[in-house]
């Protein structure tokens, strides 16, 4: 297995991701803290469990409405009722696709 931290990583910019269920239900809003072709880090408005997942760029970012399937593996709990998500991307994605992710330059 490839380790996530192999892949640069490029830290988020604050946009406003909306993490789904599958079949589309919403399970979080949250904020990229760092992506690579790998995986994603989150910071999201409430704690998810470990389950399969639908990341998804808000307008007006502009990758907004692309689906990038992933699965959250940890999680951690933040003070304010937060939490920290993280996880591998179902399918590795380009390091074209992860720096528009982050909207590195």
Do not use: N, Q, W
């Amino acid at each position: 297995m490839t380790e996530r931290r192999a892949a640069p990583r490029y830290p988020g910019r604050g946009r406003l991701f909306h993490v789904l269920a599958p079949d589309g239900t919403s399970l979080a809003y949250a904020v990229l803290e760092d992506v690579s072709a790998l995986g994603v880090r989150l910071l999201a408005a409430r704690p998810c469990m470990p389950v399969p997942a639908v990341l998804v760029p808000m307008p007006p970012h502009a990758l907004a409405g692309r689906r990038f399937p992933f699965k959250i593996e940890r999680t951690s709990a933040l003070g304010g009722g937060g939490a920290s998500l993280a996880g591998p991307f179902d399918s590795p994605i380009t390091d074209v696709e992860a720096r528009a992710l982050a909207e590195a330059p």
